[in-house]
């Protein structure tokens, strides 16, 4: 929530929504993308692993900071 604040304070709100939508757009092609990886292993039987959002946060306000927030027309 404080990063997302920090962000919103960076790129205003109007960027807010821009990042969470890139943000989880980019973590769930990285999960995708770990769960191919990761299918010849055998799974045990905790297979819920916690990923953290901070880095995918930060990823979708450095998009929108460089290219500014999306414009629906």
């Known amino acids: 929530a404080k ?4 962000l919103g304070a ?3 709100w109007e960027g807010l929504a821009a990042i ?3 943000a989880a757009v980019s ?3 990285a ?4 769960a ?3 299918r010849g292993e055998k799974l045990s039987l905790n297979t ?3 990923i953290p959002f901070g880095p ?7 998009i929108v900071w460089l290219y500014g927030p999306l414009v629906v027309r």
């Open 56 to 62: 995918f946060l930060s990823l979708g306000g450095w």
């Open 31 to 34: 999960v995708l993308i770990h």
């Open 10 to 12: 960076w790129v205003s």
């Open 48 to 50: 819920a692993q916690r």
């Open 36 to 38: 191919v990886l990761k």
């Open 20 to 22: 969470i939508l890139l």
């Open 3 to 6: 990063l997302l604040a920090g």
């Open 27 to 29: 973590a769930i092609v």
